[in-house]
């Protein structure tokens, strides 16, 4: 029993170490993919779908091994959910003070983010998993939007140089510009946005998606524990 407990103390210890490092290797794996291309930059003119789709695609698979990682780990219970936030609260705390309102962001986010994860651990922990899931990964794209729009709001531009104003009337979709690094003809200065948000678009929502996969294995093993214990006697 001792060996257990020490083991799952181990994994929520753990758990915050392996969601940064996911996010990291996801990162990287994101812009080494885009460079295979030729060419990371397209003109603003084009849609850039091969962005949006190695995103996506980089995003899925950084979710699924933090759930099977979380699996490994046995880091089950709240501690878990908590310790997947102290990488958001890290990076959130060393944001510059003042620079594009990156501070702002992150603490935005972070906020979404912990509302998020609790709201489907607690339907996870009633058995709700498909409620939880379906929740939780549009709480995390709401929360991710949400840090854009923070970002952006005051002015973007090139560090230096006179800040160009976004038009706000279209705001939530600042997100979704950066990602297909197109403006539908809504917003002429959208293509700043990616050079503002220095893959952030990116980053939020896979790390969201990291800690929500973790955070969902880790409290899917807390429900209804008293059916599995007569279950297994």
């Known amino acids: 029993m001792a060996d257990v407990n020490q083991r799952r103390i181990a994994g929520v210890v753990l758990t915050p170490v392996v969601c940064a490092a996911l996010l990291v290797t996801g990162v990287i794996a994101f812009v080494f993919g885009l460079s295979l291309t030729g060419n990371n930059t397209m003109d603003y003119a084009d849609v850039n779908y091969v962005y949006l789709l190695g995103a996506v695609i980089i ?117 979704l510009f950066a990602l297909i690094d197109y403006d539908f003809g809504l917003d002429p200065l959208s293509w700043h946005i990616g050079d503002a948000l220095d893959l952030r678009e990116v980053g939020y929502p896979m790390y969201s998606m990291i800690a929500l996969a973790f ?9 209804f524990p008293h059916r599995r214990g007569r279950e297994t006697r």
């Open 59 to 175: 995003t899925h698979l950084a979710a699924i091994a933090a759930h099977r990682i979380a699996g490994l780990l046995q880091a089950r219970g709240w501690w878990a959910v908590l310790a997947v936030l102290v990488p958001a609260v890290v990076f959130a705390m060393l944001q510059p003070d003042k620079a594009f309102g990156k501070r702002e962001s992150a603490l935005a986010w972070l906020a979404g983010l912990a509302v998020a994860l609790v709201i489907a651990a607690l339907l996870a922990h009633r058995g709700l998993i498909r409620t939880a899931w379906i929740f939780g990964v549009l709480a995390a794209i709401a929360a991710a939007d949400i840090a854009v729009l923070v970002q952006l709001m005051p002015s973007t531009g090139i560090d230096g140089e006179q800040a160009e104003t976004l038009d706000r009337a279209y705001a939530p979709l600042w997100l």
């Open 215 to 223: 955070a969902m294995r880790s409290m899917r093993h807390q429900a």
